[in-house]
């Protein structure tokens, strides 16, 4: 089965400090998405990557940055965390070309104070 | 740009019963894919059912089918003999068909409830 692992599935912090959120898939995935959850509003993308190194921007990017640096981790970072960023942040995978099925983590919940 | 709209914020049926989930979508895309995603509560999401826009069969996945009308771009989702373990967030999502990385566009989710 393919696991996408998501480090902290809950996390307090306070405005202004930085935060790093990171996923880790175990199936050799060539694309991999941050995701942010909010009610009513679904999942709207925030970053995704297809490749080590390589990132493009999704919807709603600003405030957010990523990195790729080995093919299976995906980090998120909030430069400098505000509370409108308070969300529940969903990280998946999935195979290029062809393949269209995401594999999702269990979801990170973020607080912002 | 793409656009889906889940109409129903909230549902509930009785365990054994039928319900349908409504989706509709706006593209001027003609190849896409459309999803169905469950996300039951305080676990990850998986695929429930997956259409392919070219196609004119509705999908079906054991207790769970579609109504894929593309003229009126609508794409609801039929669960039949309902069951507890169907208690979950349900979300329809459209992919366009040249998406070499694979981004979904998510409506805003449907609870949905099975009371026994």
């Known amino acids: 089965d393919v696991k996408v692992t998501q480090s902290s599935r809950y996390l307090v912090k306070r405005t202004g400090e930085k935060v790093f959120l990171e996923c880790v898939q175990d199936m050799d995935h060539e694309n991999m998405f941050w995701y942010r959850q909010d009610p009513g509003l679904g999942l709207r993308l925030i970053y995704f990557?297809?490749?080590?190194?390589?990132?493009e921007k999704g919807d709603i990017p600003e405030g957010y940055s990523v990195s790729r640096e080995k093919k299976e981790r995906f980090s998120l970072i909030l430069e400098s965390a505000s509370t409108n960023q308070t969300s529940m942040y969903l990280c998946?995978?999935?195979?290029?070309?062809?393949?269209?099925?995401?594999?999702f983590g269990e979801g990170s919940r973020l607080t912002v104070l | 740009a793409q656009t889906v709209t889940q109409s129903q914020p909230e549902m509930s049926v009785q365990e054994a019963e039928t319900v349908t989930l409504s989706c509709t979508y706006d593209t001027s895309e003609n190849n896409y894919y459309l999803f169905w995603y469950k996300q039951p509560p305080s676990r990850q999401m998986i695929l429930v059912i997956r259409?392919?826009?070219?196609?004119?069969q509705n999908a079906t996945e054991n207790r769970f089918s579609v109504n894929f009308q593309k003229a009126a771009k609508s794409f609801s989702l039929k669960i039949s003999d309902s069951q507890l373990g169907d208690t979950a967030m349900y979300f329809c999502?459209?992919?366009?068909?040249?998406?070499?990385?694979?981004?979904?566009?998510f409506g805003g989710g449907t609870r949905l409830m099975v009371k026994p």
């Open positions: 259409q392919e826009a070219y196609k004119q």
């Open positions: 998946a995978s999935s195979l290029g070309g062809g393949h269209r099925e995401l594999f």
């Open positions: 990557s297809y490749d080590v190194k390589m990132k």
């Open positions: 999502a459209f992919m366009k068909h040249n998406n070499a990385g694979n981004m979904l566009t």
